[in-house]
């Protein structure tokens, strides 16, 4: 089954052809980041008019690349939310006049199982069951999975999720957008242990976690230290390098805490914050130390991209085939209403 995937949730155009014998056959990808960059984040109507634009395009493009026509396809998977009304309108009217042209089955996706199962995208690829650690936008979540839409919610944020915290302490140290990798790159040239921040709810007896806290306390440093020539490019550093270890210690431990209480011996992590090199490497070390094994998916598959969407478009459209080409989308959508009762 060859699957065309259209991601439009936010501020990147993704397309992608997903085949489930040859795997994935083309994907392309187009960032609005430097069109937003002067707003210090996205305006959502301005989202909305570039994906017009892109979608198309793009689609011919990744065709091309994949040797096929449009009546080569046998489906077509969309993001139907979370995200921008807007934005992932623009991606549920073109996947199903599409479709409704071809007479080929069109599925809505949800945006978060993308990430969720983006690590079946690489070579080795983990098997069921598993841990996922979600560390996407505005989420940070544990799940247990099972497999394709059996998923248990572990343990998810209370507050700030650890991707919203990156941008929010990243705008405090004056840090240009996107934030999140801004401050990474900042964080390269602090000194361990220069700045002292909390981790909070690291000792908790739960999955449960909060960032909200933590960026205070980056707020609070930086009123504090800063003098009439602000903070100097050292001190910046050292906040920056002291946020990311109290953020990726905390993120580890819970996810280690989840094997833990699940008995399960693999790990995936997905979603933006699954990018950060500190992250990966302390739990490639942690798995190593403890034994288990730990996935995460290509880095351009860390972010929003349509090979995620094509993924689970073909994975669910051969669980059943939609009947019509009605639509909506889902601006507001917990991943955790697509859980599936585990049987007793």
Same mark, same amino acid.
């Given at each position: 089954?060859?699957?065309?995937?259209?991601?439009?949730?936010?501020?990147?155009?993704?397309?992608?052809?997903?085949?489930?014998? *040859?795997?994935?056959?083309?994907? &392309?990808?187009?960032?609005?980041?430097?069109?937003? +960059?002067?707003?210090?984040?996205?305006?959502?109507?301005?989202?909305?008019?570039?994906?017009?634009?892109?979608?198309?395009?793009?689609?011919?493009?990744?065709? /091309?690349? =994949?040797?096929?026509?449009?009546?080569?396809?046998? @489906?077509?998977?969309? %993001?139907?939310?979370?995200?921008?009304?807007?934005?992932?309108?623009?991606?549920?009217?073109?996947?199903? *006049?599409?479709?409704? /042209?071809? *007479?080929?089955?069109?599925?809505?996706?949800?945006?978060? +199982?993308?990430?969720?199962?983006? !690590?079946?995208?690489?070579?080795?690829?983990?098997?069921?069951? $598993?841990?996922?650690?979600?560390?996407?936008?505005?989420?940070?979540?544990? $799940? +247990?999975?099972?497999?394709?839409?059996?998923?248990?919610?572990?343990?998810? %944020?209370?507050?700030?999720?650890?991707?919203?915290?990156?941008?929010? %302490?990243?705008?405090?140290?004056?840090?240009?957008?996107?934030? *999140?990798?801004?401050?990474?790159?900042?964080?390269?040239?602090?000194?361990?242990?220069?700045?002292?921040?909390?981790?909070?709810?690291?000792?908790?007896?739960?999955?449960?976690?909060?960032?909200?806290?933590?960026?205070? /306390?980056?707020?609070?440093?930086?009123?504090?230290?800063?003098?009439?020539?602000?903070?100097?490019?050292?001190?910046?550093?050292?906040?920056?390098?002291? $946020?990311?270890?109290?953020?990726?210690?905390?993120?580890? &431990?819970? &996810?280690?805490?989840?094997?833990?209480?699940?008995?399960?011996?693999?790990?995936?992590?997905?979603?933006?914050? @699954?990018?950060?090199?500190?992250?990966?490497?302390?739990?490639?070390?942690?798995?190593?130390?403890?034994?288990? +094994?730990? $996935?995460? !998916?290509?880095?351009?598959?860390?972010?929003?991209?349509?090979?995620?969407?094509?993924?689970?478009?073909?994975?669910?459209?051969?669980?059943?085939?939609? =009947?019509?080409?009605?639509?909506?989308?889902?601006?507001?959508?917990?991943?955790?209403?697509?859980?599936?009762?585990?049987? !007793?």
């Amino acid at each position: 089954m060859r699957v065309l995937g259209i991601e439009s949730s936010c501020d990147e155009t993704g397309l992608a052809i997903y085949d489930t014998r *040859g795997g994935l056959l083309a994907h &392309a990808l187009h960032s609005q980041v430097t069109m937003h +960059e002067a707003y210090g984040g996205v305006v959502p109507e301005l989202a909305s008019r570039d994906h017009v634009r892109r979608v198309v395009p793009l689609a011919r493009r990744v065709l /091309a690349e =994949a040797g096929l026509n449009f009546a080569d396809l046998d @489906g077509i998977a969309y %993001t139907q939310g979370p995200g921008l009304a807007g934005a992932l309108l623009v991606g549920a009217s073109v996947a199903n *006049g599409l479709g409704f /042209a071809l *007479g080929k089955p069109v599925v809505g996706v949800h945006h978060l +199982e993308g990430h969720l199962l983006s !690590p079946l995208l690489s070579d080795p690829a983990p098997g069921f069951p $598993f841990v996922a650690l979600l560390v996407s936008g505005g989420h940070s979540q544990l $799940f +247990e999975v099972a497999g394709v839409g059996r998923y248990r919610l572990l343990g998810d %944020t209370l507050d700030d999720a650890a991707g919203e915290a990156f941008d929010k %302490t990243a705008k405090l140290l004056g840090l240009p957008y996107p934030g *999140g990798p801004a401050l990474a790159r900042l964080a390269g040239d602090g000194r361990s242990g220069a700045a002292k921040l909390p981790r909070p709810m690291l000792e908790s007896r739960d999955l449960d976690m909060s960032f909200s806290g933590l960026k205070t /306390a980056v707020l609070t440093l930086v009123r504090r230290e800063t003098g009439p020539d602000g903070l100097s490019a050292q001190r910046r550093a050292d906040i920056a390098c002291e $946020f990311q270890h109290a953020v990726v210690d905390v993120l580890v &431990a819970k &996810a280690l805490a989840a094997l833990r209480a699940t008995g399960l011996s693999r790990l995936v992590v997905a979603g933006g914050v @699954g990018a950060n090199r500190e992250l990966r490497a302390r739990l490639a070390a942690a798995a190593a130390e403890r034994r288990v +094994e730990v $996935f995460f !998916p290509e880095l351009e598959f860390c972010t929003d991209n349509g090979a995620m969407i094509a993924l689970v478009g073909a994975l669910r459209l051969a669980q059943s085939v939609p =009947a019509d080409y009605a639509f909506s989308v889902r601006p507001r959508w917990e991943l955790a209403s697509l859980e599936i009762p585990h049987a !007793p």
